[in-house]
């Protein structure tokens, strides 16, 4: 079996007064092995984007900071190297395709100089030879014309081009391992589906390592091998996307299957989850979901139950799937 590319082992990421944080990441663990697609799902506020951010040591400090926990890249832990070593990992090793296209490009640089820039950083191209390359990124990533979108700015281009070329960024340097934080928000349904099958076939391509990180199952359902459930900072069900999607476990990831649109026309009515994500400075007790949940019962109040076990690599955190001896 492939070693492990990236293993997270119990972190935990809190914002606030060191010794008095909020913890908006509470001891996640997960692993993701050379050219697996991983999806990160939850609602707005569960701690998706946060985990991501962790990852490459772009947390603000302060507020933010790593508490506790490792980072493991092949091994060796990236929560404790300085920040020289990090900036040659960031867009080389590991990047990340930042949420909401429309402001994470500058818009006083041409799209051109912004994807020759990494090129230059990383890989000490000249400005010739990175302008050559970034023209090659343009029209890899589907955008028509790729030598006159080179020369043009963020704001004379589409939402799904900008998109295209954040992914070109991203891929400059032939990174290992691509984050993609939400990478279909504010895009048309039919951009967002030429997107994903971008994002998919270039990951096919050059056979690296995906993190997607989403709110929406049906993108997960398209793309990824193994699916992560998180929700108010703690992973509660994780598996394969066959056996989460055929046997979901945990109340919360069956009522987030459950608000999707059935194809088939039977569904009579969505279902919706009651409430909201808890505050970081109001978690309720024992189980985090369990004021929302229709399976609670009391002992859900006294307990957060830790992932169990229930099928092979599938693992849930539930008192009533799970019974009462399995706890955090």
């Known amino acids: 079996m492939a070693e492990d590319l990236l293993r997270i082992e119990n972190l935990r990421v809190g914002f606030g007064r060191p010794g008095r944080e909020q913890l908006a990441v509470d001891g996640v663990s997960f692993s993701l092995a050379p050219g697996e697609v991983l999806g990160i799902v939850g609602e707005s506020g569960c701690g998706k984007s946060v985990t991501a951010l962790s990852i490459l040591r772009l947390i603000p400090d302060p507020p933010g900071r790593i508490v506790s926990g490792r980072i493991l890249l092949r091994g060796q832990d990236l929560s404790g190297v300085n920040e020289k070593a990090m900036n040659r990992i960031r867009g080389k090793e590991i990047s990340m ?154 109340p919360y990831t069956r009522l987030l299957l459950e608000s999707i649109p059935s194809l088939d026309g039977q569904q009579e009515r969505l279902r919706s989850i009651p409430g909201m994500v808890p505050s970081l400075s109001n978690l309720p007790p024992g189980c985090r979901f369990h004021p929302r949940c229709p399976d609670a019962r009391p002992a859900c109040l006294e307990r957060a139950p830790a992932l169990f076990e229930i099928g092979p690599g599938h693992r849930a955190a539930c008192i009533a799937v799970n019974g009462y001896r399995h706890e955090a």
């Open 97 to 250: 395709i930042f949420q909401e296209p429309m402001t994470a490009l500058n818009p006083l640089f041409r799209v051109g100089e912004q994807i020759a820039e990494t090129l230059r950083v990383h890989e000490g191209l000249s400005r010739a030879a990175a302008r050559a390359r970034a023209l090659q990124l343009i029209a890899k990533v589907g955008i028509n014309d790729p030598e006159q979108r080179l020369d043009q700015y963020p704001h004379e281009l589409s939402g799904g081009m900008r998109q295209r070329i954040m992914i070109a960024i991203a891929l400059a340097c032939g990174p290992q391992i691509l984050i993609a934080d939400e990478p279909t928000t504010a895009l048309d349904v039919t951009i967002q589906a030429q997107i994903l099958v971008l994002l998919r076939d270039l990951q096919r391509e050059l056979g690296m390592a995906v993190v997607l990180i989403t709110h929406d199952l049906g993108v997960v359902a398209q793309v990824v091998d193994r699916v992560l459930v998180m929700y108010a900072g703690r992973i509660v069900e994780e598996g394969s996307v066959a056996a989460v999607f055929e046997r979901p476990s945990h």
